[in-house]
Each structure stands twice: as structure tokens, then as C-alpha cells.
């Protein structure tokens, strides 16, 4: 028996029909987020969740709450940390992902709002690449040991794979252009506040 703030998971077509009854949260990075996102949906990070808590939980009085992220395992986490917090949620299957798979429009800001990005994971199959790339050169050209490099990194998306987290991710959502500008958090909060 699950409990009443078990997350839900809704397929794309069900979330689609009752999108106009959600509060959409998406817990992306900004440069995710402005490469598209579900209509109405508003920006909260993942790792600023905890500090927008207080709007979530008004926003989830007044109505469902819909988490997304790029695949569903962003949301996920976001869904199981606000359960904890006794606020029920929804999450998207498949995230954006699929919610764009299926043909359904996804929303862009204005182009001089935008900052261009790549998703995140993106991000870390690049920097995963270049760094075993940098060790095996470096290993050939420098010092053998600079392999350790390549089979750190390898180890680390074993590691990842079977964890379901993944610790360089984490990492390059801290780098600027993955941080949320102080004004579009604030003006996500406020949105959250006058829903």
C-alpha cells in the first residue's frame, strides 16, 4: 500500500490533459531550462528545492504539483525530498524528454532571455570524454600514471550506472552557467507565490 505522498508517476498523455490543473516545477538547470520546458512550468533547481520549500508547500495547497526534469530521475529525488517535507507531488515519466518525444510543445523563452546550454547530461558525457581522453594522452605523451585518470573517471560512471547518482553532475551544476541568477530564482518564487 503506498502512502498518500508517494510520489505519482504520470505518463506524458496523462499529464498532458491535465497540465492546466498543475503547478509544473522544473528542476533543471537554467540552461536546460531555456532550451525548453513544459508550458507554465517554472524554474527551481534542483539543489535550491530546499530554499524554495515555503512556495512549494503554498503552491501545493492551492493545487497538484507536476515535478520534471530532463528524464524523471531529477524529479524523482526533488519528489522523494518534498515527501519528506509532507508535500505530495506528480512527476513526469520520462521527463522533458519524453514529453518532446511525443510531439508536445515545449516552451522557449524569449531569445534575449536565453542562455545558451547543453542538458546536463550532455555535460557530462563531454567532460567524462575529454578527461579519459586528456589521461590516456597525457598517459602516452607524459607519464603512464596519468592513466589513472581515464580509470578514475571510467570507475566513476560504473559507479554512477549502478548508483543512480551521478557526483560529476553534481559538480558542474555548481559551475556559473548552470546556477541560477539570483533575479530568475527570486522571480520563480514569485511565481510560485501568486499561483
Known amino acids: 500500500m503506498t502512502s498518500p505522498l508517494t510520489p505519482i508517476t504520470l505518463e506524458t498523455g496523462q ?54 526534469c530532463a528524464s524523471g ?4 529525488k526533488a519528489c522523494a525530498l518534498l515527501a519528506e517535507q509532507g508535500v505530495r507531488t506528480a512527476t513526469l515519466a520520462g521527463g ?29 558525457r563531454f567532460t567524462a570524454g575529454a578527461l579519459v581522453l586528456l589521461g590516456l594522452v597525457l598517459g602516452l605523451l607524459v607519464h603512464p600514471a596519468f592513466q589513472f585518470v581515464a580509470a578514475g573517471i571510467a570507475a566513476g560512471l560504473v559507479f554512477s550506472a549502478l548508483t543512480g547518482t ?8 555548481k559551475l556559473p552557467h548552470n546556477r541560477p541568477r539570483a533575479a530568475d530564482l527570486d522571480a520563480a518564487l514569485a511565481a510560485l507565490r501568486g499561483r
Open 15 to 68: 499529464a498532458g490533459a491535465r497540465l492546466h490543473e498543475f503547478t509544473v516545477i522544473d528542476v533543471r538547470t537554467p540552461g536546460e531550462y531555456a532550451s525548453g520546458h513544459l508550458p507554465g512550468a517554472v524554474n527551481i533547481p534542483l539543489d535550491h528545492v530546499r530554499r524554495a520549500l515555503p512556495e512549494i508547500r503554498d503552491a501545493a495547497q492551492r493545487g497538484d504539483l507536476l515535478v520534471v
Open 73 to 76: 530521475a531529477r524529479s524523482e
Open 96 to 124: 522533458t524528454g519524453a514529453w518532446q518525444s511525443e510531439g508536445r510543445d515545449l516552451h522557449r523563452p524569449a531569445a534575449c532571455d536565453t542562455r545558451a546550454g547543453w542538458s546536463m547530461e550532455r555535460q557530462v
Open 166 to 173: 551521478c557526483g560529476m553532475a553534481v559538480m558542474l551544476g
